[in-house]
C-alpha cells in the first residue's frame, strides 16, 4: 500500500484517538464530582469513548480474515510503532466487545439470569465486593470502580475489565504519533467548505494543510 493510502487510515486513527481521549476526560470529570457522578448521560459519553477506541482496535487489529485486512494491521502497526505491548487496552477485545456484542450480553441477561442488573459508580472495589455477597447473583451492566479508574461489564465468561486510566493514556499516546506521521508525511490538501468576501461559497485549505 503506498503512502498515499496509508495517511487516509492514520489520519481515521488519529481523529478517533483524540475524541476517544476527549470523551474520556470529559467522563472523569463527571464521575469525579459527587452531583453529576451518577448521571445516566455519562454512560453515554463513556461509550462514545469506547467505540472509538473499538474503531482503532479494528483497524490497528483486525479480525478478519481478508488478508487485505491483515496486510493493512500489520502495515498500520509498523508505521505507528504500535505493538500489543504498547497498547494492550487498545489491542485487546474488551472495549470492542462492549460495542460489538452489547446487544448479545442483554440478551444472554434477559434470557438467562435472575440476578440484579447494576449499573453504578462505586467507590472502590469492597463496595463490588459487598454487592457480590448478596444471595442473588450481580449482572454487571456497567459499573465503574473509581478509585482505580476500572471499568467493569459482563462477558459471557464472567466479568471483563478496562482500565480507562490506561485506555486514556494509550488514546493520548497514538494521538500523538499518527500526529506526528501526517506532520511528517501527509500528502493530501485536506480543503474545507467556505465563502468568499462576496458571499459565494469556495473551499479553502484547512489549517494543518497549510502548515
Same mark, same amino acid.
Given at each position: =500500500?503506498?503512502?498515499?493510502?496509508?495517511?487516509?487510515?492514520? /489520519?481515521?486513527?488519529?481523529?478517533?484517538?483524540?475524541?476517544?481521549?476527549?470523551?474520556?476526560?470529559? @467522563?472523569?470529570?463527571?464521575?469525579?464530582?459527587?452531583? +453529576?457522578?451518577?448521571?445516566? &448521560?455519562?454512560?453515554?459519553?463513556?461509550?462514545?469513548?469506547? &467505540? @472509538?477506541?473499538?474503531?482503532?482496535?479494528?483497524?490497528?487489529?483486525?479480525?478478519?480474515?481478508?488478508?487485505?485486512?491483515?496486510?493493512?494491521?500489520?502495515?498500520? #502497526?509498523?508505521?505507528? +510503532?504500535? +505493538?500489543?505491548?504498547?497498547?494492550?487496552?487498545? =489491542?485487546? #477485545?474488551?472495549?470492542?466487545? &462492549?460495542?460489538?456484542?452489547?446487544?448479545? #450480553?442483554?440478551?444472554?441477561?434477559?434470557?438467562?439470569?435472575?440476578?440484579?442488573?447494576?449499573?453504578?459508580?462505586?467507590?472502590? #472495589?469492597?463496595?463490588?465486593?459487598?454487592?457480590?455477597?448478596?444471595?442473588?447473583?450481580?449482572?454487571?451492566?456497567?459499573?465503574?470502580?473509581?478509585?482505580?479508574?476500572?471499568?467493569?461489564?459482563?462477558?459471557?465468561?464472567?466479568?471483563?475489565?478496562?482500565?480507562?486510566?490506561?485506555?486514556? /493514556?494509550?488514546?493520548?499516546?497514538?494521538?500523538?504519533?499518527?500526529?506526528?506521521?501526517?506532520?511528517?508525511?501527509?500528502?493530501?490538501? @485536506?480543503?474545507?467548505?467556505? +465563502?468568499?468576501?462576496?458571499?459565494?461559497?469556495?473551499?479553502?485549505?484547512?489549517?494543518?494543510?497549510? /502548515?
Amino acid at each position: =500500500m503506498d503512502r498515499d493510502k496509508i495517511s487516509i487510515y492514520v /489520519e481515521e486513527l488519529w481523529l478517533n484517538a483524540v475524541q476517544g481521549y476527549q470523551m474520556l476526560q470529559i @467522563h472523569r470529570k463527571l464521575i469525579e464530582s459527587e452531583p +453529576t457522578r451518577q448521571l445516566q &448521560n455519562n454512560w453515554g459519553i463513556l461509550q462514545s469513548a469506547l &467505540n @472509538h477506541s473499538a474503531l482503532i482496535s479494528k483497524l490497528l487489529n483486525p479480525i478478519s480474515s481478508s488478508s487485505f485486512a491483515q496486510a493493512r494491521g500489520g502495515i498500520l #502497526r509498523r508505521e505507528l +510503532t504500535a +505493538t500489543l505491548e504498547a497498547y494492550p487496552t487498545i =489491542m485487546g #477485545r474488551a472495549a470492542r466487545n &462492549n460495542v460489538e456484542h452489547l446487544d448479545e #450480553r442483554l440478551d444472554l441477561w434477559a434470557q438467562t439470569s435472575d440476578g440484579h442488573l447494576v449499573e453504578a459508580v462505586l467507590p472502590n #472495589r469492597s463496595a463490588f465486593d459487598l454487592l457480590q455477597s448478596n444471595s442473588r447473583p450481580v449482572i454487571c451492566r456497567r459499573i465503574i470502580i473509581l478509585d482505580e479508574l476500572v471499568f467493569l461489564s459482563q462477558g459471557r465468561s464472567g466479568v471483563e475489565e478496562i482500565s480507562l486510566a490506561r485506555l486514556c /493514556e494509550e488514546l493520548w499516546n497514538l494521538g500523538e504519533h499518527a500526529g506526528k506521521w501526517m506532520a511528517d508525511n501527509d500528502p493530501w490538501n @485536506h480543503l474545507h467548505p467556505a +465563502t468568499d468576501q462576496m458571499g459565494a461559497p469556495t473551499w479553502v485549505a484547512s489549517p494543518r494543510s497549510q /502548515e
